[in-house]
């Protein structure tokens, strides 16, 4: 268990948050799509190691969440993804679950699958060299949504995952998404997201998770991206905080958010104003897929010449969430010429 603590905490080390780079093949083909690159094998390949051999990332990036493909894939020069990311001090995570399907007898609500046969995956991944893991359940919110069923079932299975996480020595971040589409309150969401979390870490503590092995990849509190009025930076802060500090213990040593659906600069400005609200019990940290890549994607466009663009772009936001991770990101730095 020890060593578990000490992986937690080197990934949510000072100033460095992680990169989710665990699309899975339908979710990278939707986001290649987005820049008309043919979504193959390679394609796929070429576009995770621009991203892993950006130079001097690994001061911002600790930890970073590959897919089950990307895992087995090697750099240019044969190096296996793994190894080239231990060898930049960056410790290589492995996403497991195999995605949200309709919840049985529900009204429209997910269950996360993947626990059959995981045991023996976990074995195999950490031989690959896999020292932390991610299960994603999502959660929607409505009048009568999340229901008890949902939030109960969800929070089971995470908990049955992080426990085979820990007993194979890998730390399971678990990751309750409460999903921000439609037009809901800041209001709701937090209590949707409150919720979710409280259920979570009942199942957490039955099922014997020692916390101090674990993180938790949450949601922040925000009204839905469709609402009218939404809320601003410092209130979105202030009720993720108050949501937090009532549901997620102490010994949590980090809390590393998903971006969802917000825009780059959102994400960031985000955090920055939660962990400029610090001290906190928890480290305040990122785990961002979308937030982290979209301009590096765009950068790209599935052309060697445009690689570099691309890693200065990714270096970019890497830098500045590196900088929210203590309060010092400023919205002035988008628009200053260099990073
Ligand atoms: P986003 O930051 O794009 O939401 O992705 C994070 C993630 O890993 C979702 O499971």
């Known amino acids: 268990m020890h060593e578990l603590a000490e992986t937690a905490k080197a990934l949510v080390a000072e100033g460095k948050g992680i990169l989710a780079a665990d699309e899975s093949t339908g979710t990278i083909k939707k986001r290649f799509d987005s820049i008309d690159v043919e979504s193959t094998e390679d394609t ?40 080239l990311l231990e060898s930049k001090g960056v410790i290589p995570g492995i996403k497991v679950d195999k995605g949200a399907k309709p919840l049985a007898l529900s009204d429209d609500e ?20 896999a020292r932390f893991a991610k299960w994603r359940a999502t959660y929607s919110i409505a009048p009568d949504k999340p229901s008890e069923y949902c939030a109960w079932t969800n929070g089971h299975a995470l908990a049955r995952y992080a426990a085979l996480s820990q007993e194979a020595g890998l730390v399971p971040i678990v990751e309750p998404e409460v999903l921000q589409d439609g037009t809901h309150t800041l209001e709701q969401s937090a209590k949707a997201t409150g919720r979710v979390l409280q259920a979570l870490y009942v199942e957490l503590h039955d099922q014997r998770i020692s916390l101090p092995g674990t993180l938790l990849k949450p949601n922040m509190v925000l009204s839905g991206y469709d609402a009218s009025q939404r809320a601003g930076i410092d209130e979105v802060a202030e009720a993720t905080l108050e949501v937090l500090y009532r549901h997620v213990p102490a010994a949590v040593p980090g809390i590393v958010f998903l971006s969802g659906g917000q825009t780059d600069e959102d994400a960031t400005a985000h955090l920055n104003a939660m962990n400029a609200r610090g001290p906190h019990p928890w480290q305040l940290s990122f785990s961002y897929g979308r937030a982290l890549q979209a301009p590096a994607l765009k950068a790209w466009l599935g052309k060697p010449e445009n690689v570099e663009a691309a890693q200065r772009a990714y270096y970019r936001r890497a830098k500045f969430n590196g900088a929210a991770r203590s309060g010092l990101y400023a919205p002035e730095m988008e628009t200053a010429a260099t990073a």
């Open 44 to 83: 796929r390949r070429a576009y995770r190691e621009l991203l892993f051999e950006t130079a001097g990332v690994e001061e911002y990036i600790s930890g970073v969440i590959l897919f089950d493909e990307t895992i087995r894939q090697s750099a240019s020069d044969g190096t296996p993804f793994p190894k």
């Open 110 to 129: 997910t269950i996360t699958e993947g626990l059959d046969g995981l045991r023996e995956r976990f074995a195999e991944y950490y031989e690959l060299g």
